[in-house]
């Protein structure tokens, strides 16, 4: 990206953060287009290696925009027409290493509007097979099994002969 478009799309997000404190007062005063839009985010929760999809109406029809997802680490992506009238949409792939909790994420638009919402990141799940270097959790060894269960009855039959014969010696006496 070129220095000057960088300049102005820093501009444009800090004037979304801050719009976000006078966006009451246009709306009283009847002005809409003045404050911030809504950036709608679907999924609005998702997990690392999640694809995010984001539209919004403040471009305008046929606008163009470039978003910010700087805040999950995703960096910056574009924003296109849709096929519904006047929605820009674009989309972007969360990043393994997203920091769970709430994130901004904002648009610039080509008309100078711009727009912002909130996407949440939660941990991913753990899955697949648990490698501690001890044993194992895929399932049973059949030959382990065998040989264990083969020493248990061993001490059991040793142990009741041992028994038996301790009994049977106590009575001799």
Not at 40 to 62: D, H, M, Q, R
Not at 77 to 85: A, D, E, G, V
Not at 136 to 147: F, R
């Amino acid at each position: 990206m070129r220095p000057t478009a960088r300049l102005l799309t820093g501009t444009a997000l800090t004037v979304v953060a801050l719009g976000a404190f006078a966006a009451p007062t246009a709306y009283a005063n009847g002005n809409e287009n003045d404050g911030p839009h809504t950036l709608e985010i679907y999924p609005s929760t998702a997990s690392p290696g999640t694809t995010v999809t984001v539209n919004t109406l403040a471009c305008g029809k046929n606008g163009h925009g470039v978003g910010d997802a700087n805040s999950v680490g995703a960096g910056e992506f574009q924003l296109s027409p849709s096929t519904h009238k006047e929605v820009v949409v674009g989309q972007f792939t969360l990043p393994q290493h997203a920091r769970p909790g709430t994130h901004w994420i904002a648009v610039a638009c080509d008309n100078g509007r711009t727009a912002r919402g909130e996407l949440t990141v939660k941990h991913r799940e753990p899955s697949g097979h648990v490698k501690t270097g001890v044993g194992g959790s895929i399932g049973p060894d059949t030959a382990q099994v065998t040989a264990g269960a083969a020493v248990l009855a061993a001490a059991a039959v040793g142990g009741v002969w041992l028994m038996r014969r301790r009994a049977s010696g106590a009575q001799g006496h």
